[in-house]
């Protein structure tokens, strides 16, 4: 087959862009982030179920909890966090659903939120998990390890934006302590670890591309090109990013032509169960470690924060839902 030189050319992009298409895989090692551009997310409100959140409940769902009932309250708490009969709900974060579109009107425009886990630098649900049940991993995402968690939400108190959610009745304490310490089992996007550590991209990032046609509105990538494309495109569009700074800074950025200060006092304003502070406080120092003295073994602690929280009843409502 006799190809001309610019055939040739062609076929040789061809055969590029394959090699290249993030279906194929991820071409690089390290760490990873997400720009999630909320100037051109429409929540896929032409559909049943925005794609990123199904995408997001089909890989996971091999993951979910199946607790046993009767769920037996623990001492000396009268409640428990009981999910399992709400596994529809797509309209919140839940143990069943670990990405949900948050919907705000602020000056006339309806502006939609994918939100879920914002993988941390220095996440404090790793530092401040009395069990070590939560990891950094080495592409810069945090992984709840399920089968050695307790459930007592800990990471959830001291996480800046509340992500974690608990399921009761299951999980290692009903084993170990089934009417004591903690009280389920704690869950979250853990940014599709097992995906990214294959090469693979996250579901939910391919179902957005998917359907928009454009891998600009929700792109996962090296961290260090996200953030530079974050920034330009910041400065050239005259954006306002999120994720950068927060917390010590993220790996997840948003992009947003109204500033985040006014979607944090809107937020505010709807009493959101999920909020998104521009300033966000150190719950680690003010709850765990307030005077920033060495802390004990993780087994002692454990044992301790089981014991004050289950005294303490200390949990966050499910308050009304945004
Ligand atoms: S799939 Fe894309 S456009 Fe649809 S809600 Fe998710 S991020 Fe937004
Ligand atoms: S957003 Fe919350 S749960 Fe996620 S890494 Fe940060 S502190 Fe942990
Ligand atoms: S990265 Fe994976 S676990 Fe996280 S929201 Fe997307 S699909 Fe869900």
Known sequence: ????????????????ALALSPKDGLSYKGKFATLIDITRC??????????????CREE????FPEPKKPIMPYWPRKTY?????????????????????????????????????????????VKGCPFGALSKQPEGNTVIDHSICFGGAKCRDICPW??????????????????FAGGGVMYKCDL????????????????????????????????????????????????YIYGDTQNGGTSTLYLSAISFEKIEAKLKELKARFQMPVKVRNLYKEEI??????VLSAGAMGILTGVVGALAGKKQDDKEVL
């Not at 429409?42 to 995408?55: F, H, L, Q, S, T």
């Not at 290692?172 to 009417?179: C, S």
């Open 1 to 16: 087959m006799n190809l001309s030189r610019r055939q040739f050319f062609k076929v040789l992009s061809g055969i590029a």
């Open 42 to 55: 429409d929540g896929c409100n032409d559909e049943p179920i925005p794609r990123c959140v199904k995408a």
């Open 60 to 63: 996971n769902k091999h993951r």
């Open 81 to 125: 966090e009981d999910w399992s009969d709400k596994r529809d709900k797509i309209d919140t974060l839940t143990p069943y659903n670990w990405l949900f579109i948050q919907k705000v009107e602020i000056e006339g425009k309806t502006l939609y939120i994918p939100r879920r886990c914002m993988h941390c630098d220095t996440p404090p649900c």
């Open 162 to 179: 509340h992500i974690p959610q608990r399921q009761a009745g299951v999980g290692i304490y009903l084993k170990l302590m089934p009417k």
């Open 192 to 239: 599709c670890d097992a995906r990214i550590k294959r090469g693979e991209e996250p579901a939910c990032v391919i179902a957005c591309r998917e359907r928009l046609k454009d891998r600009t509105v929700y792109k996962f990538g090296h961290r260090e090109e996200i953030y530079a494309e974050a920034r330009r495109r910041a400065e050239k569009e005259g954006l």
């Open 289 to 294: 470690n307030p005077l920033g003295v060495a």
